[in-house]
């Protein structure tokens, strides 16, 4: 990570009193720092499915490897609250027997009997994995670490989806999604409140389908679902405005609690408050004082796009991903992560060879290979 200067993020999935140390400077941009496009055929969505079945479904349709033993722990404590609800996980896993099973016994261990647990595999088209929320009423996040992609689809699809809001990032990403959508009520700082939270959410139907019918146009209307905008008015600023600082000679803060810099003019409060007349602009690593930025980490399409796309394109939901200034060779690297690269001796060859004014344009121009997350 020594080679990532920037990461950026919101006051929400990374707030300004954040614990959770990190090498990089954070740069909090205004709203939710995701951005989601949806496919371009979605199914309807249905009406509530406890008004037809006469219970309540509670879904996940998660990774397994979020489901840790605490998370069942907790899912079985609110289908105990909730007298008669059901629990519909989907997961490519569960086409076997034996992962069924194992799923099984865990909820067992809590006093859960199997048949308040569906089970299902994998959707043939994004259309029937979508159409399978029709059968959901409510969404689980897991925990200790969120979902991105899936509650997006969940939101799309009129289910509200209640999160346990940690105090890492990975814990608090369902969170900034619901706030940016005006959902931030459904994410719980406690197991109880979690547990609450889902028990209320149940015990009023006809309130939950009224939220049912507005989700999806909260969520279409909303910054998260406007890719545009989100580079326009938020990605790109920050890239001018790092770049901006390197032309001067002033590196990455790599402050422990948050960014130093001032706000970009085109961004109001996109960044942490200015600093005092004078200050000085203090470095974690006093090895890379005075040297160019190395990296960002940032938000980057990775749904349904092709191998190479260019940066200033959006579709798709937005994930962390790192990257060089200014970026022309890229690779990839791990799940949902890629990396643009170019050495310091080329940086500053260009520099050289024109004006800062003609370099700044130069930045939104690079590509991206981006390998896609499960």
């Not at 990532?4 to 009193?17: A, F, T, W």
């Not at 909260?218 to 600082?245: H, I, Q, T, Y």
Request: with cysteine.
């Amino acid at each position: 990570l020594g080679s990532i200067d920037y990461r950026i993020v919101d006051e929400v999935v990374d707030p300004l009193d954040t614990e959770q140390p990190f090498s990089e400077e954070l740069v909090r941009i205004p709203g939710c720092f995701l951005c989601y496009t949806p496919p371009l055929k979605i199914p309807d969505v249905a009406p509530l499915p406890a008004n037809r079945q006469g219970f309540v479904t509670f879904g996940s349709f998660s990774c397994l490897a979020k489901v840790g033993d605490p998370c069942v722990a907790l899912w079985a404590r609110v289908l105990h609250e909730v007298p008669g609800s059901r629990l519909l996980v989907k997961n490519k896993g569960f086409y076997s027997t034996d992962v069924q099973a194992t799923f099984f016994n865990k909820f067992k261990e809590h006093g859960i009997a199997e048949h308040r647990l569906k089970l299902m595999s994998l959707a043939t088209t994004s259309f029937d994995h979508l159409n399978i929320y029709n059968e959901v009423d409510i969404a689980l996040d897991t925990f200790p670490y969120s979902n991105t992609t899936t509650t997006c689809e969940a939101l799309l699809m009129g289910v509200p989806a209640i999160c346990l809001a940690g105090k890492t990032h990975g814990a608090r990403v369902c969170m900034t999604l619901l706030t940016a959508i005006g959902l931030g009520d459904l994410a719980g700082e406690t197991e109880d409140e979690y547990v609450a939270k889902a028990k209320g959410l149940a015990a009023n139907l006809q309130s939950l389908a009224v939220l049912r019918s507005n989700i999806r146009q909260a969520l279409l209307s909303s910054p998260l679902c406007d890719g545009p905008g989100f580079v326009k008015n938020k990605f790109e600023p920050v890239l001018m405005e790092k770049w901006r600082l390197y032309c001067e000679g002033r590196p990455p803060s790599q402050q422990t609690f948050a960014s130093s810099e001032p706000p970009h003019p085109l961004a109001p409060g996109a960044f942490a408050p200015p600093l005092p007349p004078g200050a000085p602009i203090v470095s974690g690593s006093p090895a890379r004082n005075g040297t160019a930025p190395q990296a960002f980490m940032m938000a980057s399409p990775v749904s349904n796009l092709p191998a190479s796309i260019p940066l200033a394109a959006t579709p798709g939901l937005m994930q962390t991903h790192a990257f060089q200034l200014p970026a022309l060779s890229m690779h990839p690297m791990t799940n949902a992560t890629a990396s643009m690269q170019m050495s310091q001796a080329a940086m500053m060859s260009q520099a050289a060879m024109m004006p800062q004014a003609a370099m700044m344009p130069m930045l939104p121009q690079a590509t991206m290979m981006v390998q896609p997350q499960e």
